[in-house]
């Protein structure tokens, strides 16, 4: 059967993926916060992942502000990386698995989420930017993804505790998908940053720290966090946050913590990152 063994999260910021697309990943700015990622690659080296489902948002890229789905899954068998103003990030084109998607699609729809059914999207840098961080530069992602985009730019988001009940459906859904696959659960975005208005430029390392330490350690108690506190202390951004929940709930109550990383700045945001590993 399929098998969830891992989950990851990761801060997104659209300037890492320049930084690796322009050769500065290794100078004084960028070096630090790429240091953070070199454990990251060769786990994922070992651990070779079969598909990963990366919960991401989108910005304004794939869906525009006529047509805002809360949770949406993607479908199709590809999805290519999106322009963003300056052409397409060269990077590959992301190969999807449909098979698991759909079935994901049914399961979680029929424990009464309601997911948006996508079968044909491009992908922004909300997904791309976490697969550069964990794989490079790649010629080819050397696994499948499953697109899991999530609103947190229109008002109103999901609440926390939803993300966590539904990345649990997620589990669900992929402990009955009869192929032997080994899956990985992203959940991106974050951490604190606030990218407009009078408080841009936010950071908020202490909030930020005690967010990843429940996150761990008492998960169930965070999902009741409501989103105001998220955006008063982490900025409005900061609410990208709920995205990780939808990775801890599809991981199981005790987990270990494989890797924990925090740094700021990078660009506007503190780049958070965590891997952690099923225990039984
Ligand atoms: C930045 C961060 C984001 O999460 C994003 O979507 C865009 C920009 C930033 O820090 O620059
Ligand atoms: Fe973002």
């Not at 910021?13 to 690796?20: H, K, L, R, S």
């Not at 029929?110 to 948006?116: E, I, K, P, S, V």
């Not at 530069?137 to 988001?157: E, K, M, S, T």
């Not at 494989?258 to 780049?271: E, L």
């Amino acid at each position: 059967m399929a098998r969830i063994t891992a989950g990851v999260t990761t801060s997104h910021v659209p300037a890492i993926g320049a930084a690796i697309d322009n050769g500065k990943s290794q100078d004084s700015y960028w070096g630090p916060m790429f240091a953070g990622y070199e454990f990251s690659k060769r786990w994922i080296a070992q651990q070779k992942p079969d598909v990963i489902l990366l919960v991401y948002n989108d910005h304004a890229t794939a869906f525009s502000l006529d047509i805002v789905p809360t949770f949406a899954i993607g479908c199709a068998e590809q999805f290519a990386p999106a322009d963003e103003g300056w052409g397409p990030r060269p990077v590959p084109v992301v190969q999807g698995h449909a098979e698991l998607a759909c079935h994901i699609a049914q399961a979680v729809i029929q424990q009464d989420f309601d997911l948006t059914i996508v079968n044909r999207m491009d992908v922004d840098h909300g997904l791309t930017v976490p697969l550069s961080l964990m794989f490079g530069q790649a010629p080819a992602w050397p696994v499948r993804v499953i697109p899991f985009p999530v609103n947190v730019v229109l008002y109103p988001p999901p609440s926390g505790r939803r993300c966590y009940e539904l990345g649990k459906a997620i589990r669900q859904a992929v402990d009955s998908f009869d192929a032997e696959l080994n899956v990985q659960v992203w959940g991106t975005g974050g951490m604190s940053h606030q990218l407009q208005g009078a408080r841009a430029g936010l950071i908020n390392r202490a909030w930020d720290t005690r967010f990843i330490d429940r996150l761990i350690n008492e998960p169930d108690a965070l999902s009741h966090m409501p989103h105001i506190e998220y955006v008063r202390e982490a900025g409005s951004e900061g609410i990208e946050l709920v995205m990780w929940l939808i990775m801890r709930g599809a991981l199981n109550e005790k987990v270990r913590t494989v890797h924990r990383f925090y740094h700021v700045p990078a660009s506007n945001t503190a780049v958070g990152h965590l891997i952690l590993e099923n225990l039984p």
